[in-house]
């Protein structure tokens, strides 16, 4: 049996003192100094060697002792050779042990200040929402978040990633000089490790953002970890961003009701299908989105408007307009029939400017449906469709547009054949087994001018979509290869044809493609950071979301103004009125008369107008409505 000294015992048990904390470091050192001081004034005792080498008691030679390790100064006046050695021995041990304890107090207060820098204190905040991950939509899901908070006062934003906080401070303020109301907490730690994610105070947290920094397995971990935190009854959501349909399929059954999940791909497949329907769609779909103008809302309705119709309800808020019901059950109806009588505990959906100005504040006047009523249901076009480029996203796009086009509509993939196989990409589209859409592909450079003009030129195509190759290219020359070839298209066309849709792989570089007139639309994971904002401070809206991005649901359209009201000068409270006859809702309008007016976006296009200021329609002009779709 090994046997070990005294010495070491000792040493060991220091070893383990040091690695612990400070504090226990201080305790050896303050014990040492105590032995220290009564070992030396029981030396002056027992030798009888005080000032003057004379004798002493036990106390005063303590209180020597300590003065003179506290005041190097103190012994200059001291009597007697012995003496004098002693207090020098003391004077300079008690420097050494205060070098000590004032070297491991500024470490100590070192270190806790590079904790602070590196963002590894706790949170103590509440109602705040936690944004977990750090990638290319953190900057802009701040934006909006600091957006969605100008309305209320020191509402805290908390950054959690496991990268330097004043990297990711620094890249978040020069994208974003003004953040309004809001705060900005930085904090450092491993999302996946429930230590480090109990820092940022989920439980307390208004919601929270985890954004797919590195796969789906750090995702699930992260949700996982949050859903253990998260007390029950907390009305807190999380909303996470999931690339594989089965993983967010078994995490959704997992978690729960609290969980929202959105699949990037899926999002960008299905906006890119609905915005290349109709010119300007992109424009509507992104200021419902976004927290910069008009965004949606629920409000309660007055105890008094109960018995009446959601048609008389379009017309009863002066600053906001009404598209939907949110039920006391907590179901939630886009576009509910104009008849459907208003029941206790019911909540309007509509579109305003800020949630502190949507109400219900008018008495609507009684509206009784006309006898012939037509429902006029949103019948998916004949389109002819170019589709320039292809990826894994190509597929997505294709399905869906499946499901938004009539029978007889034509689809043309041009793909670059130093890129892809002709042969390959004819099987992957076969195996889509499409009714609605015939379809063909064709060869050459997709970022060549002569190339997509002989293309352009071979019939006319209602719609352009460019897909970014992001299997081929690194993201920097496939986001190059699309915005030269939209130059192309754009050159070509000058302005006429069809709607053109390009998607970017780096939201930031959507200002590269130049300013559009409602023509073009741009999608990017911006709309993915602004989807992601928008359910984590209105989950109560996923189902309406839902429901606008479904084939099968109710859907944003763009129809002529002769459809409902001969064009002349009216109110849009006129429009609205003559619109729910077809059981339809507006909610704006794109006209020539309001190009270039304040609250305009490109193109003349409204939404959610004033309702009581005069329009100048004209022919030409388009109501903006959501409406049900033609099976």
Known sequence: MLRYSLRQRFRYRFDNALSRSVWVVLLWLGGLAVTFLLTIALVIWLTKTG????????????????????????????????????????????????????????????????????????????????????????????????????????????????????????????????????????????????????????????????????????????????????????????????????????????????????????????????????????????????????EMYSAPIPAHLKGRTFGELELASSRGTIFGLRTAAGDVLVNPHPTRVLASGDEAIGIAADDSIFSIDLDPPVWRPAKERVRLAEPWPVASVLMIGWSSLGSLVVGEMESHVAPGSTLVVLVDEDVHEADSLTLELDALNLTNLSWSVRVGNTIGREVIASALDEREYAHVILLCERQHFEVDEADARVLLALMQVRAHTKGGGGNVVAELLDPNRVELAGASDGQDFIVSQRLVSLLLTQLSQSPHLAPVLEDLFDADGNAVAMHPIERYVDPSPMTFAEVIAAVRETDAVAIGYRSASAVGQQGALPGGIRVNPPKFSTVAFAPGDAVIVIAGTAS
């Not at 100008?150 to 330097?164: L, T, Y």
């Not at 029950?232 to 996470?240: H, R």
């Not at 890119?272 to 992104?286: D, E, F, I, N, P």
């Open 51 to 294: 000032p003057g080498d004379e004798p002493t008691s036990f106390m005063q030679g303590i209180w020597y002792a300590m003065t003179r390790s506290l005041s190097p100064s103190a012994f200059r006046d001291d009597q007697g050779t012995v003496f004098r050695l002693i207090m020098m021995l003391v004077t300079i041990t008690g420097i050494f042990l205060g070098a000590a304890i004032i070297g491991l107090i500024c470490s100590w207060i070192d270190r806790r200040l590079d904790e602070m820098r590196r963002g590894q204190s706790l949170v103590i905040e509440e109602g705040h929402t936690l944004v977990i991950g750090q990638s290319d939509k953190l900057p802009l899901v701040i934006s909006e978040l600091v957006e969605a908070n100008r309305s209320e006062r020191g509402r805290a934003i908390v950054v959690f990633c496991d990268k330097d906080t004043v990297e990711v401070s620094r890249e978040i303020r020069r994208d974003l000089k003004d953040l309004g109301t809001s705060r900005l907490v930085v904090r450092n730690g491993k999302p996946t490790r429930l230590s480090d994610l109990a820092r940022v105070n989920p439980q307390l947290a208004l919601a929270a953002i985890v954004l797919d920094e590195s796969g789906s397995a750090a995702v699930v971990n992260t949700v996982l970890g949050l859903h253990q935190l998260i007390p029950a009854e907390s009305t807190a959501v999380i909303v996470a961003e999931v690339d594989d349909l089965d993983v967010a399929s078994a995490l959704k059954e997992t978690v729960g009701e609290r969980l929202i999940v959105v699949t990037p791909a899926r999002v960008v497949a299905r906006i890119t299908a609905q915005v290349s329907r109709a010119s300007g769609l992109g424009a509507v779909y992104q200021e419902l989105l976004d927290f910069n103008g008009d």
